[in-house]
């Protein structure tokens, strides 16, 4: 068995696929009594192994669906998608705060990481807009929130499930936007990218690095779902409905799909730097990389972002993440090169004071 990464490979002594909390319980018991390691999975799309085992792998779409989509939150099975998520509820003109850019991965394997997405400047991750959780633990399974078993709750969100397996989820919702404006900034470099990042009234933002024949370029993406000022130095604009906003990486996915890089190897990397730094570090990793270090496919994103009560989440105050979204292209650079690259942006994030976001592809 693989996963996104398609770096990793490990066949599991056994897949259980639960379709009810008290199934995980059994799984998880039996794990204990075989000595045998216990792992969720959603849709596999960790880089590094993180959701494979040799054990018992738990296939969690099986605990997937909406429910009781009321005025400010909706309970969600863990295996459901974010897209999923989505057709349940804007129906009702409502939307989670802060959506992965990527619909196509679960509602328990993202929260499990904590969950970063465009509005994490605002809103902090996902992690942080969870109103509780059922949850597998300790041979049993029990709920919990910030009032009900908070140091559970706490463990839990970006756990990566070593504290125990999600089960369901009541997520915060909040009224979804009609139209979305995106407005595409141009920066200088890095230092300029997160200047504008910070003084931009935008609702969803991002910055992205893109290869080009003088170095690399920089630009921000600024979306507005209301009717403010489009931001200054905006070079161009696109007006897209919501749901087709939130699923924008969808034609992009297919066709990477139809050009074979989507089955190649990602040897992701995000590490999250502390904002007085991290222009240097960006600007400095960027010097020292080369299109074909990425990958055909590959790319470069910068995302200053708020986090909130996530204990779990090992990230600097005041933090930038920094990802390095690489694919072993045909022609480019070879995945023990890029993993070996991968260590050394680790390396010196660390020296600066960051973190690694743990979902990425790091050897020991």
Not at 47 to 73: K, N
């Amino acid at each position: 068995m693989r996963d996104f990464g398609g770096i990793v490979e490990r066949a599991p002594a056994r897949v259980v696929r639960p379709t009810v909390a008290d199934e995980v319980v059994e799984a998880l018991r039996e794990a204990r009594a075989r000595r045998l390691e216990a792992v969720p999975r959603g849709c596999g799309h960790s880089t590094f192994g993180q959701s494979l085992t040799s054990g018992i792998c738990l296939d969690m779409r099986g605990l997937a669906g909406v429910e009781d989509v009321a005025s400010g939150h909706a309970v969600a099975g863990a295996g459901t998608t974010w897209r999923e998520v989505l057709a349940a509820t804007l129906p009702h003109g409502l939307a989670p705060p802060v959506l992965t850019d990527f619909l196509d991965v679960t509602v328990g394997g993202t929260l499990s990481a904590a969950g970063v997405g465009g509005a994490s400047h605002r809103h902090g991750t996902q992690a942080d807009h969870v109103l509780g959780l059922d949850v597998v633990t300790g041979g049993r399974a029990v709920a919990c929130s910030p009032r009900v078993r908070p140091a559970l709750f706490d463990a839990v969100r970006g756990g990566l499930g070593r504290h125990g397996v999600i089960t369901s989820v009541t997520l915060r919702l909040v009224p979804a936007p009609e139209r979305v404006l995106t407005c595409t900034i141009p920066c200088r470099d890095a230092a300029d990218l997160l200047r504008v990042q910070g003084e931009v009234a935008a609702d969803d933002i991002a910055g992205q690095a893109k290869p080009s024949p003088d170095g690399w370029r920089y630009e921000v993406k600024a979306a507005l779902y209301g009717d403010g000022p489009v931001p200054p130095g905006t070079a161009e604009t696109e007006e897209l409905p919501f749901l087709a906003f939130a699923d924008r990486m969808r034609p992009d996915v297919e066709e990477l799909v139809a050009l074979g890089e989507w089955a190649r190897p990602h040897p992701w990397v995000m590490v999250f730097l502390p904002r007085d730094r991290a222009a240097d570090v960006i600007e400095a990793t960027l010097k020292e990389t080369a299109p074909h270090d990425v990958g055909l496919s590959g790319v470069v994103l910068i995302k200053a972002l708020r986090v909130g009560h996530v204990p779990m989440l090992a990230a600097p105050p005041d933090p930038v993440l920094f990802s390095v979204l690489k694919t072993a292209s045909n022609g480019c650079a070879p995945v023990p090169e890029m993993l070996a690259a991968n260590r050394a942006l680790l390396d010196r994030a660390r020296a600066v004071g960051g973190a690694g976001y743990r979902v990425g592809a790091v050897p020991h």
